[in-house]
């Protein structure tokens, strides 16, 4: 019996394609190749190529195909582990959904949405989960600086309403600050979200559909050495993760339940990660974002809790794309 055919798509075209590219590492020493044959696909802004025993030959867009010695190889599946754009914000799935492919992240309609941390927030909040307040505004809206701060409690969050890893984000002390981390953020998206910050413990949780059951993964308690959880505490080492992590037992089922429920309203597939603050104050967790293509590397949460799970990442990203051609014969 031949085996599935995958496409482990990496790369992409924002500046989180380095993060993609070290998720890389970690995701082809565990693909299991007794089970599925794979090829690796790096999606570029110069081109779509299929890295094969040194060369880069050319994918074939209208189908997503690829020539190699005289044959077309099909995919059955595609394991997507693009960071940013175009791989965890819908484009991409939006493209294998016309070609009928199958693949391991959430939807069009969810990555889109959960791409953009704003439209997140509201829909989460709608649905009954604790949100911070915030504001987004669009590149070219006038900001009354003053009435902004005025309706906020500081420090504040300034973020690209866009993106991942903590790129363009700034966490603002006071009014003074505002204009300068809003300028920061428009650099990286014409979307910006300021948000009020919520004291409490942070943590980020995974949830994964295996085997047809939402299973939310032990949870890590992420301890920054830095102002707060920025690109270098995430990807630097300037963060202590402890994972389990140490938390009474009623805490861990108010935040592995709102996870279970936020994986469930956003209707998601594949594995998430989502990031809570617990304020001790409401005895509630607060969810910050969504990331729908979690990071996979070496440095990674995800790993690390499949790790406390018991399960080998093998199986665990085997699990994944069996999920993803069962969602095909479906």
């Known amino acids: 019996m031949s085996r599935p055919v995958i496409a482990f798509v990496t790369g992409g075209y924002s500046g989180e394609a380095q993060i993609s590219y070290k998720s890389a590492i970690t995701i082809q ?86 791409f953009n941390k704003r439209y997140t927030v509201a829909v989460a909040g709608m649905s009954g989960i604790h949100v911070a307040k915030s504001f987004h505004y669009f590149k070219g809206d006038a900001i009354d600086m003053a009435q902004l701060a005025a309706a906020l409690q500081f420090p504040v969050f300034v973020k690209p309403a866009n993106g991942g890893s903590s790129i363009g984000m700034s966490k603002v002390p006071d009014a003074a600050g505002l204009p300068a981390a809003i300028d920061k953020a428009f650099a990286e998206d014409d979307q910006v979200l300021v948000e009020e910050f919520i004291a409490g413990r942070e943590f980020t949780i995974g949830v994964a559909r295996l085997h047809g059951e939402i299973v939310a993964l032990p949870m890590t308690e992420v301890i920054s050495e830095n102002y707060f959880f920025d690109f270098e505490a995430k990807y630097q080492g300037k963060s202590k993760e402890i994972t389990p992590a140490e938390v009474e037992a009623w805490k861990a089922e108010k935040i592995r339940a709102a996870a279970r429920k936020i994986y469930s309203i956003f209707n998601c597939n594949g594995v998430v990660r989502i990031d809570f603050i617990f304020n001790e104050a409401m005895g509630e967790p607060y969810m910050l974002e969504i990331n729908t293509v979690p990071g996979q590397s070496a440095a990674s949460i995800v790993p690390q809790q499949v790790k406390a799970m018991g399960w080998s990442l093998r199986d665990f990203y085997s699990a994944l794309i069996e999920d993803a051609l069962h969602r095909r014969k479906a």
């Not at 040194?54 to 867009?61: I, K, Q, S, T």
């Not at 099909?74 to 754009?85: C, E, Y």
Request: hydrophobic content about 35%; some cysteine.
């Open 29 to 114: 020493a565990n693909i299991d190749t007794d089970k599925f044959e794979y090829y690796t696909i790096d999606i570029r802004k110069d081109g779509w190529f299929c890295l094969h025993q040194g060369a880069e030959l050319p994918v074939d867009r209208a189908n997503f195909t690829v020539p190699l010695d005289g044959q077309t190889i099909r995919f059955d599946a595609v394991l997507i582990g693009i960071h940013g754009t175009p791989g965890e914000d819908g484009k991409l799935q939006g493209y294998f959904d016309m070609l009928g492919i199958p693949y391991t992240s959430c939807d069009a309609t969810a990555s889109a949405i959960t």
